[in-house]
């Protein structure tokens, strides 16, 4: 089992900056596609970025596109996600993810259906 635990949320003013980092236990995630997905109040959960085990191939949503950054260390266990240019839009929960399933993907899956491991969230607000 892996046990995901987000960091770095809180409250920005647009235009501003936020970089998140998910720590992971219990397992190495070197063999594991990381993912990040949002959720707002009211709204579904949904795709924000991922990346393959090898760093490779970041696939991002196009509403986040230029603005985040995903990236992870595999020696120290960890993912992160560096948010720049943050929209009051952007404000949600947000989830990083573990997939065991998409090793040889060659791109990193958006599906919320393909990750397996979840972490708590951790709360971002940008203010206008």
């Known amino acids: 089992q892996v046990h995901l635990v987000e960091s770095g949320g809180g409250l920005v003013q647009a235009g501003g900056s936020l970089r998140l980092s998910c720590a992971a236990s219990?397992?190495?995630?070197?063999?594991?596609?990381m993912g990040w997905f949002r959720q707002a109040p009211g709204k579904e959960r949904e795709f924000v970025a991922a990346?393959?085990?090898?760093?490779?191939?970041?696939n991002y949503a196009d509403s986040v596109k230029g603005r985040f950054t995903v990236s992870r260390d595999n020696a120290k266990n960890t993912a992160n996600l560096e948010m720049n240019s943050l929209k009051p839009e952007d404000t949600a929960v947000y989830f990083c993810?573990?997939?065991?399933?998409?090793?040889?993907?060659?791109?990193?899956?958006?599906?919320?259906?393909?990750?397996?491991?979840w972490g708590q969230g951790t709360q971002v607000t940008v203010s206008s």
């Open positions: 993810a573990a997939s065991d399933s998409e090793l040889w993907s060659p791109v990193p899956p958006r599906e919320m259906s393909k990750y397996g491991y």
């Open positions: 219990g397992r190495a995630i070197g063999r594991y596609v």
């Open positions: 990346i393959r085990w090898s760093g490779s191939s970041p």
